[in-house]
């Protein structure tokens, strides 16, 4: 008598029989890397359109409008002080300094570091992060001291009828 377990349940010259042999070149390594690189070849050419939109807005090419936004009327701000304001949306926070008389600077107040918000030290007479101690030049947005190696975006300003306005966004300069 024999036993259950003794059985073959294939005969032995097939011994690849969970192979389809007919597909078995769809599973080989020169088939994946072929695929491999039709799905990045798919992926590249479906990036090309976001690609142009970004270089453009990089590169400056495209004439973006701002819209013209009231800050504050000049008596209302002594020399040294500051005012904060949101633009050119309202997720985007800024600090307008009065230099001096007829000098005013205005700065998104991000810290060009980790993204911590910038205050005005009016004794000081610099903008300060306070989160990694970085400092910048309040006359051109240049960083002076800390990690931040960049200056912070600008603010055009316009300063007509007793008032000042914000009218753009100056373009990040490499």
Partial sequence: MKDHNDQRPFSEDNYTHNINRN?????????FMKTLVGAAGVFAVASLPWGAVAAKELMGLSDKEYPHQKIVNVKDILV?????????SEHDSA?????????YVA???????LRCPVFWEKEEKEMICP????????ATGAPTAGPP???????????RGGSVYAVGVKRYEA
């Fill in 149 to 159: 190696k960049r200056p912070l975006p600008e603010v055009k300003l316009s300063v």
């Fill in 131 to 138: 989160c990694h101690h970085g400092k910048f030049d309040a």
């Fill in 23 to 31: 597909q078995e070149r769809m599973l080989d390594r020169r088939g």
């Fill in 80 to 88: 040294g002080d500051s005012v904060k304001f949101a633009y050119p």
């Fill in 107 to 113: 700065y998104q107040n991000a810290c060009t570091h």
């Fill in 95 to 103: 600090l307008l300094i009065r230099l001096s008389e007829t000098n």
